[in-house]
């Protein structure tokens, strides 16, 4: 089994719901953007195009940042999900500098929203993130074990995302890719990414 | 003026085409700089110190690894986790120099105190001997593996940065023992060294410049990388602390000390300035890094 999703750029539109959503959901202090949406211009008046492309952990199938953790903190799941055991993780970044789609954060000190203290939100989330080490994307582990899906695709207004099995050939996320010539970014890296993009 | 924090940069960086890496460069990323610099030139010491028998060389060879151990402790944001990061050592190269240093810093240690008993002619000091330096050795060699095995920093992912590491911390270790000759006048026992020191730091300039010219050609990242080492942000560390203070200067000084006539005290500068450059050349290759641009 590996997990992979599959984004539709053709749909998406950016408004960074996703974005958005994942903050909501995994309580990301400042600064750290486990999904953040990109927007990309190409052409010139009147012959412009605009693509937002929306980015986070690759759950690579060959994942660099695994192979040089030096603690075993940063793992590949059963299911294929790449996750971090913070417990384990000692904050030396070295999975920072080996991952190519740079999808990681480290968080290095107590950081709140707003300047007076934490909010009861921040206080409640925050007891998921240690200081001191390395956090990304997870395809929300917590919900997938509850049988929902991640937040970002359960959120998305336009359907732009789906998210399956990519070992299963009659899944949704399986079949758009085969179907729309589904694209990795960096393939020639060798890491190969779970995550799709169908092209605009 | 208000305050920008670290976080506000890093969210700044992630709109640029090309970001910065600023983890291993800036802030406490300047303490891992630190650290792989003292381990070099400590270890680059102890293997330079044992052929020119200068004890003192062994014992500052041992103190530089163990500040560079301590900065790497520093350095981390879980310092306390430190012994987890041995455990990998089938994959990774931060595992790997972890064992060496461990593996040096305790054979080394024990090593100085048989030189203490008077016991280092004994079949043990001569295992313990070649143990510490294997394991000097093995320091010398890990800290370019570290840099050049990420995927992510394309200035880094090449072979040539192991070997420019090599090069710079046998040059840092040759600069500590010609200093330490010096101020403990035992400058004629290390005046053979002094043609190797040159042609380390010729062939360290000529490294220096292959990297930079096959870099500029591997792809849009690295052009963008090398010019900001050759234009950019990183120039003035660059020009002025490893090609003038790392290189010329000692290359100047080494080649009129070659022929001749040359100063002690001159020596010791350019043994000084070049162990600045050594440094300069660490830093200006980590500040360097960009990651590639997305979407691709």
Redesign the interface.
């Known amino acids: 089994m590996r997990y992979g999703m599959v984004i539709d750029l053709k749909r998406c539109i950016g408004c960074t719901g996703c974005s958005l959503v994942c903050k909501a959901e995994n309580a990301t ?5 486990w999904l ?1 949406v ?1 927007k ?1 211009e190409s052409g010139k008046y009147p012959q412009v195009r605009r ?1 937002s ?1 929306p ?1 986070q952990c690759m759950h690579c199938a060959e994942p ?1 940042c695994v ?7 940063t793992y590949k799941r059963s299911n294929g999900i790449v996750d971090i055991d913070a417990d ?7 999975c ?7 999808q990681r ?2 968080l ?1 000190e107590e ?1 709140q929203y707003f300047g007076e203290g934490l909010t009861p939100f921040e206080t409640h989330g925050y007891r998921r993130h ?5 956090s990304k994307c997870n395809f929300c582990v917590p919900r997938l074990e509850q049988g929902l899906e991640p937040a970002c695709v359960a959120n998305c207004m336009t359907k732009a995302r789906a998210f399956g099995d990519l070992d299963d050939p009659h899944s949704e996320a399986s079949k758009l890719i085969r179907d729309r010539a589904g694209y990795q ?2 393939p020639e ?1 060798g ?1 190969n990414p779970s995550i799709y993009y169908l092209p605009p | 003026m208000e305050r920008i924090e670290p976080f506000q940069v890093r969210v700044s960086d992630l709109r640029e085409r090309f970001r910065p890496q600023r983890e291993w460069a800036e802030g406490r990323g300047l303490l891992l700089i630190l650290a792989h610099f003292l381990t070099g030139a400590g270890a680059g010491a102890w293997l330079f110190s044992v052929p020119f028998g200068l004890d003192l060389g062994l014992v500052v060879g041992l103190l530089l690894v163990s500040l560079g151990g301590l900065a790497h402790l520093l350095f981390l944001g879980r310092p306390e986790r430190f012994w987890r990061m041995v455990t990998r050592f089938g994959s990774s190269w931060i595992s790997r120099g972890l064992a060496g240093m461990s593996l040096f810093t305790v054979v080394a240690f024990v090593y100085l105190i048989l030189l203490v008993l008077g016991a280092r002619q004994t079949l043990l000091g001569g295992i313990v001997l070649v143990l510490s330096l294997l394991g000097a050795l093995w320091i010398v060699v890990y800290k370019g593996f570290v840099w050049a095995s990420g995927k992510g920093i394309p200035l880094w992912n090449t072979p040539l940065v192991p070997a420019l590491y090599i090069a710079y911390a046998l040059r840092a270790g040759a600069a500590v023992i010609l200093i330490l000759g010096l101020l403990g006048s035992r400058a004629a026992a290390l005046e053979p060294l002094e043609p190797a020191k040159l042609w380390l730091a010729v062939s360290t300039a000529v490294l220096v410049l292959v990297y930079l010219e096959v870099m500029r050609g591997s792809g849009i990242t690295t052009l963008r990388s090398v010019n900001l080492i050759l234009f950019g942000r990183v120039a003035v560390p660059f020009y002025l602390g490893a090609v003038l203070l790392g290189l010329l200067i000692p290359i100047i000084i080494g080649g009129f000390a070659y022929s001749g006539g040359v100063p002690m005290g001159l020596l010791g500068l350019a043994a000084l300035l070049s162990l600045l450059g050594d440094l300069a050349i660490i830093y200006c290759i980590a500040k360097a890094g960009l990651y590639r641009p997305l979407p691709a």
């Open positions: 202090p400042p600064g750290v953007l953040r990109v990309n693509v492309m980015l660099p192979e040089v953790c030096p603690t075993g903190a384990k993780c000692v904050g030396c970044r070295y920072m500098m080996a991952c190519p789609y740079d954060f480290f290095s950081r240690q200081q001191g080490v390395v970014l960096y890296l890491t």
